[in-house]
């Protein structure tokens, strides 16, 4: 197949040119030559990669923590729509049990593909939490950092997590880091009440990301720096809950400036209710209710999401200055090198996936491509 007349957005431009698509590759761009009778005239549309969302709880009703196949499957047809053609599955505060439950499925997805976008692998959001950070995190499930319990979270599964977040300030948290980063998961500090001297400390650790900037960690003070100063103040990648809700626009420019786009991935944190109507709803064990697309629990704290990656790419590109081409960066590339899957997806290039999406300059998505195949 051949998409024509499309406004290309590459890592560092925008050109206007063709693609080749052929057995679930970008065989060649800007082709001279090829077969004139599977053709598509984008009519100038964009077409970047695919979004990744590297942590995504759930959408369409549905919970990665449900601990079923059809669960993540109809999570990944959800959000395929919206232009996400890869993710990551992201489990809560929560029994043991049910996290290695969700973490077999994730595993066996990975492996054998779902019906819409392609799980890369879990995400383990807690249960190494700080209580004093808890966010929508359920307090009953929250447990010491052990080496032990982590083996029994995903025994038979570790080669399917990516990421951890927990919070280093923990008593065990500085042998589970050295162990995990060893072992090449990332471990990312979040949930937490760390000072910014101990961040600075478990970033020595190996510390390499930070889980949902802003939001349940220390905040930034000129005489205490916080977790978001470590933040600013080193060179770990962090990530954004884009909603104008979570973060206020002011505070989004302010992170993109300091830390660059190449260090920023754009997450949704979505929960079940993503791209349902209002109404109530359960994250992690625990009642939320949805108004007006903001998710709360009952102590009227914010549970999650009903984010979407296209909306979130809009967002910013609405309320900052930032080139367009920077923005799909930090919601395709950026994922990809945070699941290391950067040598085969999330950019425009020869030999690469084509996971595509086209949309139009308001960021609505019209069509989406997974592996080259229109969904």
């Known amino acids: 197949m051949l998409i024509k007349n499309c406004n290309i957005i590459y890592l560092n431009r925008i050109e206007q040119g063709s693609l080749l698509i ?15 009778e599977d053709i598509l005239d984008a009519g100038g549309l964009y077409v970047s990669p695919g979004f990744i969302d590297v942590h995504i709880h759930g959408a369409g009703g549905f919970d990665t923590t449900d601990g079923t196949i059809d669960a993540i499957n109809n999570i ?38 779902t019906e819409g976008a392609h799980v ?33 979270m995903v025994k038979d599964c570790e080669d399917a997590v990516v990421s951890i977040t927990l919070a280093p300030e923990i008593p065990g948290s500085k042998e589970l880091i050295k162990y995990l ?42 005489r205490n720096p916080g977790v978001i100063g ?11 809950i884009s909603d104008g809700i979570h973060i206020s626009y002011p505070s989004l420019r302010i992170a993109y400036k300091q830390k660059s786009t190449d260090n920023v991935l754009l997450i949704s944190d979505a929960m079940m209710a993503c791209s349902m109507i209002d109404g109530e709803y359960s ?18 704290s914010l549970a999650g999401s009903v984010l979407t990656l296209d909306k979130a790419v809009k967002n910013v590109y609405k309320n900052s200055t930032l080139p367009l081409y920077e923005i799909v960066k930090m919601a395709s590339y950026n994922g990809a090198k945070h699941c290391e899957v950067h040598n085969h997806k999330g950019q425009i290039k020869e030999g690469y996936d084509a996971d595509l999406i086209l949309f139009d300059d308001n960021i ?7 592996l080259g195949k229109e969904v």
């Open 22 to 36: 052929e057995n679930g590759k970008i065989k060649e761009i800007n082709p001279l030559i090829y077969n004139n």
């Open 76 to 113: 990944a047809k959800t959000i395929v729509k919206h232009g996400t053609t890869s993710f990551v599955p992201t489990t809560m505060t929560i029994s043991i049990e049910a996290i290695h439950r969700s973490m077999k499925f994730i595993k066996k997805l990975k492996k054998t593909g």
């Open 120 to 152: 890369l692998g879990g995400h383990l959001e807690g249960p190494f939490i700080n209580p004093k950070a808890i966010g929508a995190q359920n307090p009953d499930y929250i447990l010491s950092p052990t080496i032990s319990a982590y083996n029994e």
């Open 181 to 222: 980063s060893e072992k090449g998961i990332i471990c990312s500090i979040g949930h937490t009440k760390a000072t910014y001297e101990e961040a600075i400390e478990a970033i020595k650790w190996g510390i390499c990301h930070s889980t949902h900037l802003y939001n349940a960690m220390t905040p930034f003070n000129h």
């Open 230 to 240: 470590a933040i600013f103040d080193s060179d770990i990648t962090t990530e954004t």
């Open 283 to 300: 994250l992690g064990c625990q009642n939320v209710t949805v108004n007006h697309g903001v998710a709360r629990l009952k102590n009227g």
């Open 364 to 370: 609505n998505i019209k069509k989406v491509f997974v």
